[in-house]
Structure formats: structure tokens, C-alpha cells
């Protein structure tokens, strides 16, 4: 990481790692929280209602961040696990994340869902749809918006990876201009395969699972 903020003329403090800790047991989590690891990120809801309760101790230790897809019936229990939620992707979503943060009293970071790559197997919301949904946004109460996530394409060109970031990078500026007041400086994106060339391109958080835990466990 360090490396390729170099590379990019940025300061090493200005990305994020967030430990992609999905299918990690409770204990490996420990082990890399002692060795300085702050955030950690899961893909499901239910995973990560069982692993905060094996770390509770921990809890004033770390945040999380749910980086996976979030259902609607997964608001009121993600409202009150999560510190942060990357993959907000529809109006609607957000609305019934914001009913239930404030049912629990919460105020939660978020970012809006991007899908980069035009992959149909992917979540979230087009390029020119993301407007709107920082529209929805804007009107919530217990949410913040923060900035965009997306998933890279599965690819090992180079390039590939490359162009779906700097669209990203390019989404979150069309953003800014259109809300000026909103504090939007966070571009989740990247993970073990391709963080470097998403610090190039301006990410301000890494999702780093196999390269911090290992490759994941067969169920």
C-alpha cells in the first residue's frame, strides 16, 4: 500500500485498509486486530452479528463495515452492527436504512454502490444513476454520505481494472460539483488482487480479505 501511494505522489496515511474478514474465524480476526488492523469488513449480515458478538471485547477497538449487498430485511439488524455501509444501491435502500438507524439511535457512514464494469452478476446502482440516489441521501437523517464503492472486474487486464476506477474517481467528482456541501472524500475500491492499482487511482479505502487471512476455506 505504502508502496503505491508513492507510486501515485500520495501520503501512505491516506488510504484505509479494511480487513475483508468474511469466512476468517473470530480468532485469525484477533490476531490481526493485535497486530493494528482497525476496520474490518463483512459481506453478510449474519456472519457479522456472530463474529462482533465472538470480539466483543474488542469493540471499542475496531469499526465495521459491511461491504457485501444489503437487503432490506437486513437494515435493522446491518443499523445496528455496522459503523459504516459500502453498498448502498438504490433509493429505497437507503430509506429503510435510515428508518432503522434511527430507530436505534445511530448514525451511520455510507457510501453508494457503483457498478463500474457493466457486469450483469454485479451489484449496484449505473454511473448516471448515482445522483439520485445521493438525492435520497441528502434527505435521510440518521445516514451520511460519504462517497462510492464498486467491485472491480474479474480480470487480470490491467487495464480492465484501470478504467473501471478512474470511472469511479470521475462519478464521485460529477458528485461533489452537484452536492457541495456533502462531505464526499472516500472511494472504497479495490481488493487482494488489484489494491495498487486502485491507490493509483485514488482509493481511499482497500478491501484486503485473501492477502491479510489467506485464501477463503471451502464450506
Known amino acids: 500500500m505504502a508502496a503505491a501511494c508513492?507510486?501515485?505522489?500520495?501520503?501512505?496515511?491516506?488510504?484505509?485498509?479494511?480487513?475483508?474478514?468474511?469466512?476468517?474465524?473470530?480468532e485469525r480476526v484477533r490476531q490481526a486486530v493485535a497486530q493494528g488492523l482497525t476496520d474490518l469488513g463483512e459481506n453478510r449480515v449474519q456472519e457479522a452479528r456472530e463474529k462482533s458478538a465472538a470480539l466483543?471485547?474488542?469493540?471499542?477497538?475496531?469499526?465495521?463495515?459491511?461491504i457485501g449487498h444489503l437487503q432490506s430485511n437486513k437494515a435493522k439488524l446491518a443499523a445496528s452492527l455496522f459503523d459504516w455501509v459500502h453498498s448502498v444501491d438504490a433509493p429505497e435502500i437507503a430509506r429503510e436504512l435510515d428508518r432503522r438507524?434511527?430507530?436505534?439511535?445511530?448514525?451511520?457512514?455510507v457510501l453508494v454502490e457503483v457498478n463500474t464494469s457493466g457486469e450483469t452478476s454485479k451489484f449496484g446502482v449505473a454511473p448516471d444513476a448515482v445522483l439520485g440516489v445521493f438525492e435520497t441521501l441528502a434527505t435521510c437523517r440518521a445516514l451520511e454520505a460519504r462517497g462510492l464503492m464498486t467491485v472491480g472486474p474479474l480480470t487480470e487486464e490491467v487495464q480492465k481494472s484501470r478504467s473501471a476506477y478512474r470511472l469511479l474517481a470521475r462519478t464521485l467528482d460529477e458528485a461533489r460539483r452537484a452536492f457541495p456541501g456533502a462531505r464526499l472524500d472516500q472511494l472504497s475500491m479495490g481488493m487482494s488482487g488489484?489494491?495498487?492499482?486502485?491507490i493509483e487511482e485514488g482509493a481511499t479505502m482497500v478491501r484486503i480479505g485473501t492477502a491479510l487471512f489467506g485464501p477463503r476455506q471451502p464450506k
Open 6 to 26: 508513492a507510486r501515485a505522489g500520495r501520503d501512505a496515511s491516506s488510504v484505509l485498509l479494511v480487513g475483508a474478514s468474511k469466512q476468517a474465524s473470530p
Open 56 to 66: 466483543s471485547d474488542l469493540a471499542s477497538h475496531v469499526r465495521w463495515h459491511l
Open 101 to 109: 438507524a434511527l430507530e436505534a439511535g445511530r448514525r451511520l457512514q
Open 194 to 198: 488489484d489494491f495498487e492499482i486502485a
